[in-house]
């Protein structure tokens, strides 16, 4: 009874009834854990910043200028009447924490809405362009090349000159520069799927060709979309970080992570604090959307492994 | 080939066309070029006399096309803040540009090549973990933070590097680093994937039952085959040097183009501003031109059509 209870049981206990621990390992090798969990961070952060920052973002006290982070309990034990920063204050007396919390908002806020408009109007591209050919093709590439030839963020620089700092004109600038990638590739896979036989077939029934790019061209390109936006989020909050250190982003007080490492890098030997987190959150978010979009590459096309190169 | 080349160069003029005119639409949004000249003296008369002076009562075709002409002759009028030609004060700061440009060149080819072909030999080791740690990581540090945390971690707490400004060669290492990081990490990939193709090719293989020593496996079949990628690509990289310099030479306070346009920004100073983008187009144009034609001469599998 013994014996064949076990050998009844052995084998799938082998399959499924690992320990808790190989489970978990499982599920991580196979699942982009840590970067969801990094990206859901991100995300309630952004969305639950009045709840979870615990002081003001933009304002502060000069009186708490560069007061350093909570575990420095020799300082807070010399001045216990002071308030406790948990990652520390900046040369403004603001609170670190508080403003890298709201600072994802930034870079969240900008990132979507950057990526939906340039995905949207570049699928819109490429798929004409690819569809049609010849000469719409031909002039609509150039124009993706000229977004690819332009140094973006010296180009960056005189706009920002001349229409000033604001959150729309990072976000237009943005679109500019990111809606070429999403072309290019549509494109390219609308050119092999507009000579498959569906395709000619809903031609010859009369289908129009609105019809044909909406219903039988772009849920092909979805995939592809899909990789390629997932790839690009990090490019993004890296591009918008660049653009607010060198002081042409979103305008101040208003936090956003770029301009607060390029604040605390001339209180860099007092205070790292304030330009070390910052950037460690600019660090990690691009690196779990890198995992990210690597990880959404290989599940859904694997064919397009040049791309993170 | 020769018809190819020259579609390039027609592509290349076009797009710093094609920047040019946006420059010059912008900097005409940018209100009346006058302003910036307009002081206590001036009255109503010189205004007008100014604006003649400047061409201002020409039609904005006439306009252009006088910008475009002088700014092809290297003219792009004076500093308003120093009163020096823009195209000299650029000049003069761009041996700094390239000698930091060639440092991180030099950086990332001596640390990506290597530990790429290291990563694809000795893959599923260590070193493979390492290589491709490296890369995942390092394309997404900032460049600007990563400079800042260096200079605290070697020039503040070790004090081994100064930590900005231009010297000897000790001010070169951080600056170098710090904008080599990124191609390092490209160099890395693309070295890696390129060795571990080819060390499966049917050549490779052939090689070694032929009984080819493995050294001589790794670097000459291998190795020089898969270059082609990376070195093609250099090219690209000297154009994004050139733009990553201007948050490079930020930290670092490096006296080159790039914190001069940062510079002529925060001042509003249009002609170097105008100037430096257009040196910079040229710039990115020209490597983009140059890459177009390597992969066609390396790669003849590429279409001149």
Redesign the interface.
């Known amino acids: 009874m013994d014996i064949t209870e076990n050998t009844a049981t052995a084998t799938p206990r082998r399959i499924s009834g690992q320990t808790l621990w190989k489970q978990t390992w499982r599920i991580a090798r196979t699942w982009p854990l840590i970067p969801l969990i990094i990206i859901g961070l991100l995300v309630s952060s952004a969305v639950f910043a009045p709840l979870i920052a615990n002081k003001e973002a933009e304002r502060g006290d000069i009186f708490f200028k560069n007061i350093p982070p909570i575990w420095y309990t020799e300082y807070y034990a010399q001045n216990p009447d002071d308030p406790k920063f948990i990652l520390g204050a900046d040369a403004l007396g603001r609170d670190v924490f508080s403003r890298v919390v709201y600072g994802s908002r930034i870079s969240i806020t900008i990132a979507g809405i950057v990526l939906s408009a340039g995905a949207i109007g570049g699928t819109i591209i490429g798929l004409v362009a690819g569809y049609f050919g010849r000469n719409i093709d031909e002039l609509l590439m150039?124009f993706v090349?000229?977004t690819?030839?332009?140094?973006?963020?010296?180009?960056a620089?005189?706009?920002?000159?001349?229409?000033g700092q604001s959150l729309t004109i990072i976000i237009v600038l943005l679109i500019a520069f990111s809606w070429g990638v999403f072309a290019r590739q549509v494109r390219g896979e609308t050119l092999v799927l507009r000579e498959q036989d569906y395709v000619s077939m809903a031609k010859v029934v009369g289908a129009s060709p609105v019809y044909i790019l909406y219903r039988h061209l772009f849920p092909g390109v979805f995939n592809t979309l899909m990789v390629v936006a997932s790839l690009r989020v990090?490019t993004l909050i890296?591009a918008e970080?660049?653009l607010s250190?060198?002081?042409?982003g979103v305008p101040p007080p208003t936090p956003a992570w770029?301009a607060m490492?390029?604040d605390?890098?001339d209180y860099?030997?007092t205070a790292?604090w304030s330009?070390?987190f910052p950037?460690?959150a600019?660090?990690l978010t691009?690196?779990a959307f890198?995992?990210l979009g690597d990880w959404l590459r290989d599940r859904l096309d694997p064919r397009l492994?040049q791309l993170?190169? | 080939m020769r018809r190819f080349i020259v579609r390039r160069l027609v592509?290349g003029v076009?797009?710093i066309w094609?920047?040019s005119f946006?420059?010059f639409a912008?900097?005409r949004?940018?209100g009346d070029p006058r302003q910036f000249f307009v002081d206590e003296y001036t009255t109503a008369e010189s205004y007008e006399a100014m604006g003649r002076a400047m061409g201002l009562d020409r039609p904005l075709v006439v306009q252009y096309g006088l910008w475009f002409g002088n700014a092809l002759t290297g003219d792009f009028g004076r500093s308003l803040y120093t009163r020096v030609s823009a195209l000299d004060s650029i000049l003069e700061r761009m041996p700094a540009t390239l000698q930091l440009t060639a440092g991180a060149f030099i950086f990332a080819l001596i640390t990506g090549i290597p530990l790429g072909v290291l990563s694809a030999v000795r893959r599923g080791t260590f070193w493979d973990y390492f290589g491709r740690t490296f890369a995942?990581?390092g394309?997404?540090?900032?460049?600007?933070?990563l400079g800042?945390?260096l200079?605290?971690i070697i020039s503040?707490q070790f004090k081994l590097l100064p930590t900005s400004g231009k010297g000897d060669w000790t001010h070169y290492v951080l600056p170098a680093v710090t904008l080599g990081w990124g191609s390092a990490a490209?160099f890395v990939?693309?070295t890696r994937?390129a060795m571990l193709e080819i060390l499966d090719s049917e050549f490779v293989k052939f090689a070694r039952a032929k009984g080819v020593a493995n050294q001589k496996i790794i670097w000459k079949h291998s190795f020089r085959n898969a270059l082609i990628a990376p070195l093609t690509f250099s090219g690209i990289l000297l154009?994004a040097f050139?733009?990553g310099a201007?948050?490079t030479e930020?930290?670092f306070a490096w006296p080159g183009m790039g914190s001069l346009?940062?510079q002529s920004?925060?001042n509003?100073d249009?002609p170097v501003?105008?100037g430096?983008?257009m040196i910079?187009?040229g710039f990115?144009?020209g490597a983009?031109f140059v890459v177009d034609i390597l992969y066609a001469v390396i790669d003849p599998r590429i279409k001149y059509e």
């Open positions: 150039r090349d000229l690819f030839a332009v140094p973006f963020i010296l180009v620089l005189v706009v920002v000159i001349v229409f990090g890296l970080s660049v250190y060198l002081g042409v770029g490492v390029s605390g890098r860099i030997a790292w330009t070390f950037g460690l600019i660090f691009v690196l890198n995992f492994r993170a190169d | 592509y076009v797009v094609l920047v946006l420059i912008l900097s949004m940018a995942l990581y394309q997404a540090l900032p460049g600007f933070w800042v945390m200079v605290l503040v490209a990939r693309l994937s154009a050139l733009t201007v948050v930020k930290v346009a940062v920004v925060i509003n249009f501003m105008t430096s983008v910079f187009a990115f144009v983009n």
